[in-house]
């Protein structure tokens, strides 16, 4: 975990992202929003338990998977992040973010996270599915919301 608090005494806005769109519109929200409120920012990707994994880091050459998928992901948040940051230049709290990177199962690393942090809020994107697709998978931010004990707001 990265700790480099830009401003110790307050307590963060908490983002947690899994490099899709959705996340996107929630980092831009929750950066926007700490920049406004002079709170620090902190963003958290968790990497999946192996069984629950999506390929989200899956390498495109044959080098780089030999890259541990916390390297991998590790590599993907970085380049995520700066992308944003420098799509973005008026977001200033964007250019040094404080980010998190921890394995696990994605709902239970984001409250334990949360615990942790104390954050003045949590911000997470949503596809917002509905129907059969939702009650099949379940909604990681819907059971963030049912959950956590801090205010949460979720970005569609």
């Keep these: 975990m990265n700790k ?3 401003n110790p005494g307050l307590s963060p806005i908490l983002v947690a992202i899994d490099f899709s769109d959705y996340s996107t519109k929630a980092l831009l929200f929750a950066a926007e929003l700490a920049q406004q409120l002079k709170r620090p920012l902190e963003i958290l990707h968790v990497v999946h338990d192996p069984g629950d994994s999506p390929g989200y880091y899956s390498a495109k050459k044959a080098k ?14 970085n380049r995520f992040t700066e992308k944003v940051a420098n799509e973005h230049t008026s977001i200033s709290i964007l250019k040094k973010p404080n980010l998190t990177l921890v394995s696990g199962l994605p709902v239970t690393r984001i409250l334990e996270i949360e615990k942790q942090l104390k954050p003045y809020m949590l911000v997470m994107g949503s596809q917002g599915r509905t129907g ?10 819907e059971q963030v919301v049912h959950l956590s004990k801090y205010p949460v707001t979720i970005i569609k």
Excluded: C
């Design 4 to 6: 480099k608090n830009s």
């Design 132 to 141: 059969l697709s939702h009650l099949m998978l379940g909604s990681k931010a």
């Design 64 to 77: 780089k998977q030999l890259l541990r998928m916390e390297e991998r992901a590790q590599e993907m948040f």
